[in-house]
């Protein structure tokens, strides 16, 4: 049974840093890429970042790429997405996915909340 258990989140000031992580267990981690995602209130999920199963390439929402870095270390089994110069619009839940491609997933976490006051 694949499970991802996603952390890291919590209340941060705008202009503040958060690292979330998510922990994949249940089969070989290092076969599948990984993605994050968020979902606002009442708005629709939508992709964040995106890590081939190797980590020697990723894809990045085109308004996030310049603060928000994913990257992976398979021998930890873990996924991680370093956020820079948080501003309240990424208040969110953000969710780790995993699966064959970037582009299609099969297994997601339960998400974490991150908050981003003024």
């Known amino acids: 049974q694949v499970q991802l258990v996603e952390s890291g989140g919590g209340l941060v000031q705008a202009g503040g840093s958060l690292r979330l992580s998510c922990a994949a267990s249940?089969?070989?981690?290092?076969?599948?890429?990984m993605g994050w995602f968020r979902q606002a209130p009442g708005k629709e999920r939508e992709f964040v970042a995106a890590?081939?199963?190797?980590?020697?390439?990723?894809r990045y929402a085109n308004s996030l790429k310049d603060r928000f870095t994913i990257y992976r270390d398979n021998a930890k089994n873990t996924v991680y997405l370093q956020m820079n110069s948080l501003s309240p619009e990424d208040t969110a839940v953000y969710y780790c996915?995993?699966?064959?491609?970037?582009?299609?997933?099969?297994?997601w976490g339960q998400g974490t909340q991150v908050t981003v006051s003024t």
């Open positions: 996915a995993t699966g064959p491609t970037m582009v299609g997933y099969d297994y």
């Open positions: 249940g089969r070989t981690f290092s076969r599948y890429a």
């Open positions: 890590i081939t199963w190797s980590g020697d390439s990723t």
